[in-house]
Nanobody, 122 residues
Framework: QVQLVESGGGLVQPGGSLRLSCVVS????????MAWYRQAPGKQRELVAA???????NYADSVKGRFTISRDNAKNTVYLQMNSLKPEDTAVYYC????????????????WGQGTQVTVSS
């Protein structure tokens, strides 16, 4: 069983910063891409940032220059550093991981965390 647990959300004023963390635990062979998504009330879930196992990254246009995704492969952890936060960044943020469960099979499965609330408000 693979579990993703996010932390680091909260209430912050506009212009402030937060750092989200997501730890992957359980029984698996390796983690490929990891990503952060978010879902605001009444909106569809959207990709915020993604990072490959080798460290290549991509970002939604709305967060480029403000957010930074990184990972620590030794700790099976992905981070999202969020700076210059805006009210429109308010959402539930979800961690996602593409996990290969077994050495004998190259198949991977997608796993999600439970989400962490980020609220940007004065």
């Amino acid at each position: 069983q693979v579990q993703l647990v996010e932390s680091g959300g909260g209430l912050v004023q506009p212009g402030g910063s937060l750092r989200l963390s997501c730890v992957v635990s359980g029984s698996f062979f390796s983690i490929y891409a990891m990503a952060w998504y978010r879902q605001a009330p009444g909106k569809q879930r959207e990709l915020v940032a993604a990072i490959t196992s080798s460290g290549s990254t991509n970002y939604a246009d709305s967060v480029k220059g403000r957010f930074t995704i990184s990972r620590d492969n030794a700790k099976n952890t992905v981070y999202l550093q969020m700076n210059s936060l805006k009210p429109e960044d308010t959402a539930v943020y979800y961690c996602n991981a593409d996990v290969r469960l077994r050495l004998i099979s190259s198949a991977t499965s997608q796993y999600w965390g439970q989400g962490t609330q980020v609220t940007v408000s004065s």
